[in-house]
């Protein structure tokens, strides 16, 4: 069947989606492609949105010529333009159409919109951060997005939806949060020297290297605890993520030189295992597996 009007422009808009998950993530890109079909173009619309958000503070507005101030007008403006589409259903943004849909379809509010917009924000302003800092930082910008994407897990295809318990909301969080933290140290060098950032506490002596992945390994643990819990279509696809990050964080307790990867061989035998139905990997096994 040909879709024309509204379909088309749908369908073309969950397209432009998908490239961006594609274009800037093997990790994330590998784990959305095991995700069912009723979930998949949700999960690509949630992160097409956080990406384009994310590149304006981080360097590709500023390399195109952007002042400060510009930047933050983009930002002000993807936000609101974000806002008014999720009220209306419709954008002549095609990401943001994308995300739009999602969020109509499967339940995401301004209570997790907002916040990683101020997250975003915050990147224009703070440089270096304290305990309190880091983790309203880390709420806005990733567990809010793994809140976004439980919405969806639960509630795609649904005509009604419905907010999830308090276990997987804590799951869903602490995934988040594992998955920025990761990063964070991925990018230490990137962060300082490029952005001048310090998300951490790591310049200051605030925390060590172990303690802030003693932390990663808690918060992966716990989420692997609650990914049992998750439906059917998604579990595959969220074990995957789990993994890789727990293998990411385990290499990152090693010596290393550069930004830490993780070899495609070990990503297709992650993803094999999810594939046979193993649950995810608890972080401290990763870890002495990697040693």
């Known amino acids: 069947m040909t879709l024309t009007g509204i379909a088309l422009y749908d369908r073309t808009a969950r397209e432009a989606a998908s490239v961006v998950i594609a274009g800037y993530s093997t990790s994330f890109g590998l784990a959305s492609r095991l995700l069912g079909p009723r979930v998949r173009p949700h999960v690509q619309s949630i992160y097409a949105l956080v990406r384009v958000a994310d590149e304006i503070v981080d360097g590709p507005a500023a390399a195109a010529g952007l002042t400060p101030d510009e930047t933050r007008s983009v930002l002000d403006e993807l936000e609101a333009e974000t806002a008014a589409a999720v009220a209306r259903g419709f954008s002549a943004n095609l990401v943001v159409h994308a995300f739009a849909r999602t969020a109509r379809e499967c339940g995401i509010g301004d209570d997790l919109i907002a916040p990683f917009f101020l997250s975003m924000r915050t990147d224009l302003d703070v440089?270096?951060?304290?305990?309190?800092?880091?983790?309203?930082?880390?709420?806005?910008?990733?567990?809010?997005?793994?809140?976004?994407?439980?919405?969806?897990?639960?509630?795609?295809?649904?005509?009604?939806?419905?907010?999830?318990?308090?276990?997987?909301?804590?799951?869903?969080r602490s995934l988040g949060r594992a998955f920025q933290d990761v990063n964070f140290l991925r990018d230490l060098h990137d962060d300082a020297d490029v952005l001048g950032r310090d998300y951490?506490?790591?310049?200051?002596?605030?925390?060590?290297r172990d303690e802030v992945l003693d932390q990663i390994d808690a918060d992966l643990?716990?989420?692997?605890?609650?990914?049992?819990?998750?439906?059917?279509?998604?579990?595959?696809?969220?074990?995957?993520?789990?993994?890789?990050?727990a293998e990411l964080a385990a290499r990152l307790r090693r010596p290393h030189e550069g930004r830490v990867r993780v070899p495609d061989p070990v990503k297709?035998?992650?993803a094999a295992r999810a594939m046979i139905g193993r649950p995810p990997r608890r972080a401290r096994s990763a870890e002495r597996r990697s040693a």
């Open 221 to 245: 643990d716990a989420a692997a605890a609650v990914i049992p819990s998750l439906p059917a279509d998604c579990r595959r696809a969220v074990t995957v993520a789990h993994d890789l990050f």
């Open 268 to 270: 297709a035998a992650i």
């Open 200 to 208: 951490l506490g790591l310049r200051d002596g605030s925390h060590t």
């Open 127 to 172: 440089a270096d951060h304290d305990d309190a800092s880091h983790d309203a930082y880390v709420y806005g910008s990733a567990e809010v997005v793994g809140l976004m994407c439980l919405q969806a897990f639960l509630n795609a295809g649904s005509s009604r939806p419905a907010p999830a318990d308090a276990r997987l909301v804590d799951g869903a």
